[in-house]
């Protein structure tokens, strides 16, 4: 829990004959964390890489088109998992049928999103019309000449055969054509489209020889039956729309399982592949390296002997024995593993960074650090139990909400539980500071200890920080950096020196000589003296590459930055006392609105809109700074002191493994 998961790394030579069955196997487990050969070994350079031919961009472009697919007919994508190892084995001659199939289906899917889309515009633009002549309803339709709308409209005679010639022209626009009396063998109709349209509109009118006459009052003010056609216009083509889903539905239904096979057999392909990649060829061999966390290495080992039938060479080494690790030059792939409380923290520090592998993984201290800062700073009854629910339903209960969304609620749960408990410490619920018994103290009634709280606090992070800081190097074998780092040996000694000096005066007692020489004036000497000891313990000749006077230089220079550096680190802890004590001044600046207004006219009203809106103002305005303060603390005072980042993320290629989900 305190650090990475210890790993170890596989090195494997399988014969040729063997190669596909390995790594099928590597697939099927999920386990290996595949590097790449160039990067271990010089001499691996000369040696051919694995050539996947033209199958693999073949795979990746039906794969891609089988994703567009399941995502117009909303074939929702499953997460691959190992018993999918049965459809590992795709030749290029299902391939070619793969893709006949998918092709016809293409065809009929487009058909039928064309169709839709083409009906959804009609649909769109005769809404736009029924928008329009709605309001006019009452008073009539506007004249022909009236500038200001977006229709056309045309009112005269046709011949009565001509009618159905007009009505059939006019399917695929927006325009409504309506009959409004008969003279013997003419029809008098009224015709309503779109300006956008009336190129098109006057050349079928001009085809079926009709003859525009001025628009009567009568016309203009029975404009009710236009809005009638039109509204049932709308209705056909809402009708069409369903049918067109309904296709699309039942296409769904009768290829859904087919397709979802298809996928999962191309995604299995892709990762058959993709280890491949990693693959390096002798004459009679291929040549792999990966790593693996030290709980699983037999498994690994047991199922490669098995693929390959024994014959294989298998070598397993733990980090400390290899070279290119000692020098730094390779990196051990870092795998964070936690019980499922810790996981948003765990996402709080790989936002951050990753911890290199023999560092310290500071997650544990993260959650109980922060969930502490968190509800000192929001500690109210009420308000945490609003982000409980919250959280729970974001975490917990919605199966909408997903990967980092579910962690985010998950953090907001237990971000909520810290509220409530200080809420009840500080006897706060709803900003009400008379209804619950204080527990421990209220922020208002004792400010001074408030802040004193805070600074010890912060004092007990910071130094966390530094004693991570002195493992790190002790780790890391680096004594240099474990003695005279910004965060080492002598600056802690400077720093909890410093602490006690300071004490020591606000107690109104003399500071002893002896602490100030000891605690202050001897780390100091050791920081000027640093090159001369390093030197002395590794044996070697001093070394002032810049000349003596900038090295005093850069030291009285470093000496300041580490008084003033951990001076500012512990006051800025004062700001969860402050945001605490802002906290309750919001309160403050509620009540007294709800003063104001509870004896006037309706007061009772406004007091309750003013309590609720103020509420969640504060819920959701302080909540956010307050989570953004949180993790300032946790980057800047406490991860600044040790954490260098740098590690490299452990990703196993196979099914069921998260990297290849997200891919």
């Known amino acids: 829990m305190f650090t990475p998961e210890r790993m170890h790394q596989i090195n494997v030579v399988v014969f040729e004959t063997e190669v596909d069955e390995v790594a099928r196997t590597i697939v099927r487990l999920g386990i290996l964390h595949l590097v790449q050969l160039d990067d271990q070994e010089s001499w691996i350079e000369e040696l051919k890489d694995f050539d996947a031919g033209k199958i693999s961009s073949e795979i990746e472009r039906l794969r891609m088109r089988i994703s567009?697919?399941?995502?117009?007919?909303?074939?929702?994508?499953?997460?691959?998992?190992?018993?999918?190892?049965?459809?590992?084995?795709?030749?290029?001659?299902?391939?070619?049928?793969?893709?006949?199939?998918?092709?016809?289906?293409?065809?009929?899917?487009?058909?039928?999103?064309?169709?839709?889309?083409?009906?959804?515009?009609?649909?769109?633009?005769?809404?736009g019309i029924l928008n329009e002549v709605s309001p006019l309803a009452v008073v009539g339709l506007p004249p022909q000449q009236t500038p200001y709308t977006f229709l056309d409209i045309h009112y005269g005679e046709v011949r009565t055969e001509n009618l159905d010639y007009i009505r059939d022209k006019l399917t695929p626009?927006?325009?409504?054509?309506?009959?409004?009396?008969?003279?013997?063998?003419?029809?008098?109709?009224?015709?309503?489209?779109?300006?956008?349209?009336?190129?098109?509109?006057?050349?079928?009118?001009?085809?079926a020889s009709f003859e525009e006459i001025e628009m009567p009052e009568e016309a203009q003010k029975d404009s009710g039956i236009v809005t009638e056609e039109l509204e049932k216009k709308i209705d056909e083509l809402k009708v069409q729309i369903d049918g067109?889903?309904?296709?699309?539905?039942?296409?769904?239904?009768?290829?859904?399982?087919?397709?979802?096979?298809?996928?999962?057999?191309?995604?299995?392909?892709?990762?058959?592949?993709?280890?491949?990649n990693y693959l390096k060829r002798t004459a009679k061999t291929y040549i792999f390296s990966g790593w693996v966390p030290s709980n699983k290495k037999q498994v690994v080992e047991r199922e490669i002997y098995r693929a390959a039938k024994g014959r294989a060479i298998i070598e397993i080494v733990p980090p400390e024995e290899i070279t290119g690790v000692k020098k730094g030059t390779v990196k051990v792939p870092v795998l964070l593993k936690h019980p499922q409380f810790f996981r948003p923290f765990e996402m709080l520090v790989s936002s951050y960074g990753l911890p290199q592998y023999k560092f310290i993984d500071p997650t544990f201290f993260v959650a109980i650090s922060f969930l502490v800062i968190f509800g000192m700073m929001f500690g109210d009854v009420g308000h945490g139990a609003v982000l409980v629910l919250l959280g729970w339903w974001l975490g917990f209960k919605s199966k909408k909400v997903k990967g980092a969304g579910k962690l985010i609620g998950r953090l907001a749960f237990y971000c909520g539980l810290s509220s409530i408990a200080f809420g009840f410490l500080f006897g706060s619920i709803f900003g009400l500071e008379h209804l619950l018994p204080t527990v421990w103290v209220k922020p208002m009634d004792n400010v001074l200890y408030f802040f004193r709280v805070a600074?010890?606090?912060?004092?007990?992070?910071?130094?966390?920080?530094?004693?991570?800081?002195?493992?790190?190097?002790?780790?890391?074998?680096?004594?240099?950096?474990g003695l005279f780092d910004h965060a080492g040996v002598v600056s802690a000694i400077i720093y909890w020196g410093g602490i006690g000096i300071v004490s020591i005066f606000l107690s109104n007692r003399p500071v002893p000589l002896k602490l100030l020489i000891y605690a202050i004036g001897a780390p100091v000497l050791a920081l000027f003296l640093r090159e001369p000891i390093a030197a002395l313990i590794s044996q070697r000749r001093m070394a002032f590459e810049k000349g003596v006077f900038a090295y005093l230089i850069e030291t009285v220079i470093e000496v300041i930055e580490i008084f003033t550096g951990y001076l500012a680190n512990t006051v800025s802890f004062i700001r969860v006392a402050a945001f605490s004590l802002a906290h309750v001044g919001l309160f403050i600046a509620v009540f007294s609105l709800v003063d104001m207004v509870k004896d006037k006219s309706g007061g009772i009203i406004y007091s309750s809109l003013i309590l609720i809106f103020g509420n969640a103002v504060i819920i959701a305005l302080e909540g956010l700074v307050v989570t953004v303060q949180a993790i300032r603390l946790e980057y800047y005072e406490f991860f600044g002191k040790f954490f260098l980042g740098g590690g490299v993320a452990y990703k196993p290629i196979g099914l069921g493994s998260e990297s290849d989900r997200e891919e």
């Open 455 to 481: 600074i010890y606090f912060g004092i007990v992070m910071i130094s966390i920080g530094i004693i991570f800081n002195i493992i790190n190097a002790v780790r890391a074998r680096n004594l240099k950096a």
């Open 244 to 276: 067109v889903n309904a296709e699309l539905h039942t296409l769904k239904t009768e290829n859904s399982i087919i397709v979802t096979e298809f996928y999962r057999a191309l995604q299995v392909a892709h990762l058959l592949i993709k280890v491949k």
């Open 173 to 207: 626009l927006a325009a409504v054509v309506l009959p409004l009396a008969r003279k013997e063998e003419n029809e008098v109709i009224l015709m309503i489209g779109l300006k956008s349209d009336r190129l098109k509109l006057k050349r079928i009118l001009r085809e």
């Open 68 to 127: 567009e697919l399941m995502k117009n007919l909303v074939i929702r994508e499953l997460p691959l998992e190992p018993r999918d190892d049965q459809v590992l084995e795709v030749s290029p001659s299902e391939l070619k049928e793969i893709g006949t199939e998918i092709s016809s289906l293409e065809s009929r899917v487009e058909e039928h999103l064309l169709r839709r889309k083409e009906l959804e515009v009609r649909l769109e633009r005769l809404q």
